[in-house]
């Protein structure tokens, strides 16, 4: 068959019992679709047309981000026919057999979706009655839930006879849904409402949180007791660290009472989002108590904040260290330049055998006295050396500075020689050069100075650090203890002892949570006894009708 109706259809998609899926295209809109096709063999059959078509005008109905869209339903050639939104995804039961569980954060947000579907369905009148990991298409890789397959749902009618005789119609002769995710009144051939498909979503979230089914029966005998008398398997034998509540949820959502299940898909929606919320809120630390938790947090921001602090310190004072030494340096090159300047010009014009280069060499010997200069040359205009700090360099030419330099102009340049400082001045008198001071500083000295003032800031940083985290660690103890009188309390209601209350004299909100811990307890103890109705049985007689279920592994559209 190339075609069906207005549609091109490309090839196969899947096999259900009622009917076949293929990949179509629909060429009025230029989109890809899938198409179901009602088998064969059942095309005469009016009742099973009529469930069909049923699908159709119940999904139809529905339009919702996690609900498969039907775009058409019609009958060609005697053939009948959906044409459905096409889903580049993976069935959630290929998914478990391929990989197994799923990540739980995932397992929640698809959970969720699922219970928000349901919850517009169950609106709108429509009980689904086939929820399976089948029928739930993954995509957006692995991030959306796609709800399909109305095949077997029931739209609410107005008018109850009518609603009821069309439920003993379904209940005679046939147990629709697929019996591993039945729930028990489902199996049991009972009138069915929307509580019946959170007990099946409440298998298929077992499923996809665990990875294996909540009831796996090898017979029909077998599960069929399972469902209607059997409680699910903890899901902490698959998931350790199942958050309590989690289970709380999947232990409502599969009791075997309609009335003790989760009253709603919103309800159950919200309930796993909070436990999404609360798990993706959680610390990552385990087993640690919750005043050493504060404790570190507290002085992990606060050794931060302290330590940008003590890098901004440190780095201004070397700044400020490096200035002072730059500063000794060109305040020393200057007064020698000064007074030397007469004298080097005066020199400039004698002779060589004339010149008097004593008073110069004097004022150098003075100069070189400080302990921060580690030499100092004075040069003539030629270059040749006539005053030095070192005696055996006068008279020789003085070398080009090789540093870099850090500042500096025409008449005064700084230049950064290893850990010293080399200063040079030009000599001008008059407005002319006749030679040059150059000076170099010692930079050790003021390096010295800065790696005693940065090791002391550095151990008062610590001491401040070690106080306040003395500090948190009392005040996060100071709040524990109020937390395990609380812990305490709930643990002996746990118990049935409920006739004590909290003393305290506070006035803040742990005194407000113990108040309200103490209007509880008034108030549990005030309750009028419930009597114990303890877990709903269903009686062996009437597992009976199950005896027509189908094959279990046997899977149905």
Known sequence: ??????????????????????????????????IKILKP??????????????????????????????????????????????????????????HGALPLAQALALGAQLARALDYAHGAGIVHRDIKPSNIILTDNGRTAKLLDF??????????????????????????????????????GLTVDRRSDLFSLGAVLFEMLSGRAAFDGRSVATLAIQITREKAPPLSASLPDCPKGLQHLLDRLL????????????????????????????????????????????GAVMGAALFLAIWVVLDRQERAIEQMALTSGTTVTR????????????????????????PVQ???????????????????????IRGSSDPALVGRREATPDAPMISGDAGEQVFADGADYRVRRTILYAGHDFGAVELTMQGTMFAAAAREARTLILLIGLALLALILGICHAAAAALTRPLRRLQAAFQE????????????????????????????????????????????????TRIAPAAGLPDPSRRTA
Do not use: C
């Open 1 to 34: 068959m190339d075609m069906i109706g207005r549609y091109h259809i490309d090839g196969p998609l899947g096999e259900g019992a009622m009917a076949d899926v293929y990949r179509g295209f629909d060429p009025e809109i230029g989109r890809a679709i899938a």
């Open 41 to 98: 063999e059942l095309r005469g059959n009016a009742e099973i047309v009529a469930r069909f078509l049923r699908e159709a005008r119940a999904a139809g109905a529905l339009s919702h981000a996690h609900v498969v869209t039907i775009h058409d339903v019609g009958e060609a050639d005697g053939i009948p026919y959906i044409a459905m939104e096409y889903l580049d995804g993976m069935p959630l039961d290929r998914r478990i057999e391929l």
């Open 151 to 188: 095949g077997i749902a029931r739209v609410g009618e107005p008018d109850p006879v009518r609603a009821e005789l069309n439920a003993l119609r379904t209940q005679i002769g046939q147990v629709l849904g697929t019996p591993r995710y039945m729930s028990p009144e489902q199996a049991l």
């Open 255 to 298: 009791a075997k009472d309609p009335a003790r299940r989760l009253d709603s898909g919103a309800t159950l929606a919200e309930g796993l989002e909070r436990e999404l919320a609360a798990l993706e809120a959680a610390p990552r630390g385990r087993g640690l108590p919750l005043r050493w938790r504060l404790s570190l947090t507290m």
């Open 335 to 358: 007064f020698v330049a000064n007074n030397v300047g007469l004298r080097a010009a005066e020199n400039a014009g004698l002779p060589e055998a004339g010149q008097d280069w004593a």
């Open 362 to 384: 004097a004022f150098v010997d003075v100069a070189a006295r400080d302990p921060a200069v580690r030499r100092i040359v004075v040069t003539d205009a030629s270059g040749r």
């Open 493 to 540: 209601a746990a118990l049935g002892r409920t006739g004590f209350r909290i003393s305290h004299r506070r006035r803040d909100e742990i005194g407000a949570l113990f108040d309200a811990w103490n209007g509880l307890a008034d108030a549990l103890d005030n309750a009028p006894a419930a009597p114990d109705q303890g877990p709903v049985a269903l009686e062996a």
